[in-house]
């Protein structure tokens, strides 16, 4: 039985109603036959974009190590220092690594303020006073610097403040209620501590000269203090003064933050051996995340008969196997005692991953801070070199890898296009050729039938 269809004239649609040959399949068949190199480029793209993703995903990972590598080969990471205070509720302090190990005695005397100047109540806070303008001068200007002025564009004391809290001058304003007759008064604040940050002139001209007389004029609510901190005897010791109630500088290396007033305060500095650990820690677990990802990506698994997308891909293990064997290799030109990181407790497992082991890390970096950074220094250096090798941007390994890859799935998307587009100027010849061979067969079927209708009519007639 022929095969039917939407249209018995359309190109793209053979029917088959002459023939009763299903034409369709016919050329489906044709074109499946003729698209094999077209699927075989996808298959092979597929395989392609695999290995991509994989040497991306290692890239990624690489880079992370480098980084990691790069804080081991900084000697200054080694002298990290860490800082202690007995009351942290009076000072926290905080190191550098040039802070000196020891300890310290803390006696807070004062801490800084800010000045704060108040003036006199009024009935009103949104009183029309009369145009007018706030003149105003820090401790911490120039003395070459002009006074500040501000105008208001609302004359009232809450104008005022918006006025001054939209200045950004050094200086903010708000309205408070006293609760006294005269309850509203202008407040005006010190954004800074320290009697460097103090207000030295506010005046108030035309309609504000009432509300601010003159600096003499207002109500001093606060000081503006320095802190005072004294070192050693709480009385007699040596006197450290700050603007702010962080001090840094005052004691190299140290900064301490002022909370509150208290005496005999240790601070104590040290080293501090998890922050060195850490860093350490942090090259290694990357290194082991490394070897994890190309080992994932490398496998085969012989149950499934399935291959990881970096199957086969023996220079990338070369190289890791470079970079471990730089850093861990030993030097008997180097301290004795520090001659390989396995000295220092960092090692390399049955699996080919590294391990550190805490307390012989940390008894080695007590003994000799400077041994174990000249080591990582060294180990670090020697193993950039196969490490650069394999993440140069440009030139890298993993750079070149995925070019090259990206290059072939160009390709073969380039050669899938062009076969599709092909095999589509194919299955309209096909088509056509089918088409007018229905059309021929068509033809042939209606003289048949003409025929036989003739002759049935004259054997008709002879009856």
Partial sequence: MAAATSSTGSLTSVSGLASGIDTKAIIDAQLNADRAPARLAEKNRAVAQAKLDAVKAMNIQMLSMRDALDLLKDKANFGAKSATSSNESAVAASSTSSAVAGSLTINVKRLATAHQVASAGQSSATTDLGSGSIVLRLASTAGSDPDITITPTTNTMTGIAEAINAANVGVSASVINDGSASPYRLVITSTKTGAVNAITKLDGTGGFAGLLPSLAGLTEVTQGLDAQVRIGDKDTGLLLQSASNTMEGAIPGLTLTLKSVADGIDVTVGQNTDSVRGKVQGFVDSYNKTVEAYSSSSK??????????????????????????????????????????????????????????ASIFDAKLAANQDAVASLFLEAGVAAT?????????????????????????????????????????????????????????????????SMTSFINGLNSSKK
């Fill in 300 to 357: 085969y698994d012989v149950a499934t008969r399935s291959a990881g997308p970096l199957f086969g891909d023996y220079d990338i293990r070369s190289r890791l196997s470079n970079i471990q064997s730089e850093m861990t290799r030993s030097d008997d030109n180097r301290l004795a005692g520090f001659q390989s990181l396995a000295d220092v407790g960092v090692t390399v497992d049955v699996d080919g991953k590294l391990t550190v082991n």
């Fill in 385 to 449: 070199v196969p490490m650069e090798s394999l993440t140069r941007s440009t030139d890298g390994a993993m750079a070149l890898k995925q070019s090259t890859l990206e290059n072939s799935i160009l390709a073969y998307t380039n050669r899938i296009t062009t076969i599709d587009a092909r095999l589509e100027q194919r299955k309209a010849y096909y088509q056509n050729k089918f088409l007018a061979m229905e059309r021929i067969i068509a033809s042939l079927n209606s003289q048949s039938n």
